[in-house]
């Protein structure tokens, strides 16, 4: 059974810093693109950071240069490292995994073409 647990959410004043985590048990991605998502309050479910198996980064224009997405292979963890927040950064965060849709690749970013989720981290920012 696949299951992504994240952790590292909570509570911080605008500038601040917090470091997400993701546990992947019952699947090894390393053929698989990994990616962070984000959902805001009566709004739409977005992409924000992708990770492709060979380490290569893709961030969202509104996350670019404060939020750094990595993963440690050997221990099936993904990591969201965010900087810098603002109270717009303030939503449930996700980890989810294409399963290796396009061979390690982030070939697409919609919600629909990544098939295992996590049930979410709350960020929060107060200016």
């Known amino acids: 059974q696949v299951q992504l647990v994240e952790s590292g959410g909570g509570s911080v004043q605008s500038g601040g810093s917090l470091r997400l985590s993701c546990a992947v048990s019952?699947?090894?991605?390393?053929?698989?693109?990994m990616a962070w998502f984000r959902q805001a309050p009566g709004k739409e479910r977005e992409g924000v950071a992708f990770?492709?198996?060979?380490?290569?980064?893709r961030y969202r224009d509104f996350v670019k240069g404060r939020f750094a997405i990595s993963q440690d292979n050997a221990k099936n963890t993904l990591f969201l490292q965010m900087n810098s927040l603002k109270p717009e950064d303030t939503a449930m965060y996700y980890c989810?995994?294409?399963?290796?849709?396009?061979?390690?690749?982030?070939?697409?970013?919609?919600?629909?073409?990544?098939?295992?989720w996590g049930q979410g981290t709350q960020v929060t920012v107060s200016s």
């Open positions: 990770i492709d198996s060979d380490g290569t980064a």
């Open positions: 019952g699947y090894t991605y390393t053929s698989s693109c």
């Open positions: 989810a995994t294409d399963a290796g849709r396009f061979s390690g690749r982030c070939a697409r970013s919609g919600l629909d073409y990544f098939r295992y």
